[in-house]
């Protein structure tokens, strides 16, 4: 979390009625908010967290085993990214097998496709959830590029003559 997403969730979180302040820590990832419970629930501040992304935790020990669980999949999605990106780096750039220009670029597009929707879903997925409570931050600058890049590489396809950013794009 950086300090763009921590303005992003205490100014998407003081738009309910009833939440007077919010704090966001960090170095330890708590959000601590103060409301007036007589208009906001616990569960509605928790729905809210929810609808930016973010998971609520109630007790250390919830809030140990949610982040393992979530550095697990980080983790495994990540050896398979870089294994898929040092391939396509090897096909398309590198050209190291010699193919013509639209196999690489196709093979490009896939590893892109895969890169964008399955690894990086968790971006998309915080991406497409911050833009439903209107706030900007680094996932939906990111996500932004990336599938900016991937727009222009798949035209690239079609119009040879423009730009092939697929490999950028993954």
Request: net charge positive; with cysteine; proline share 5%.
């Amino acid at each position: 979390m950086c300090s763009f997403c921590t303005m992003s969730i205490e100014r998407a979180l003081k738009r309910y009625p009833g939440v007077k302040s919010v704090l966001v820590n960090l170095v330890h990832g708590i959000v601590l908010v103060e409301a007036d419970t007589t208009k906001i629930s616990r569960a509605e501040l928790t729905t809210a967290v929810e609808k930016l992304g973010y998971n609520v935790s109630y007790t250390e020990v919830q809030q140990y085993a949610t982040d393992e669980a979530i550095f697990s999949v980080i983790k495994q999605r990540g050896r398979i990214g870089m294994a898929l990106a040092l391939l396509d780096l090897i096909v398309d750039p590198f050209n190291v097998f010699s193919l013509p220009a639209y196999p690489r670029a196709l093979f490009s597009f896939g590893v892109a496709a895969v890169m964008l929707l399955w690894v990086g879903y968790p971006i998309l997925r915080k991406t497409l959830l911050a833009l439903g409570q209107r706030v900007i931050n680094a996932n939906v600058l990111l996500s932004a590029a990336a599938w900016g890049s991937f727009i222009v590489g798949s035209l690239s396809l079609i119009y040879p003559g423009w730009p092939n950013f697929l490999p950028v794009a993954g």
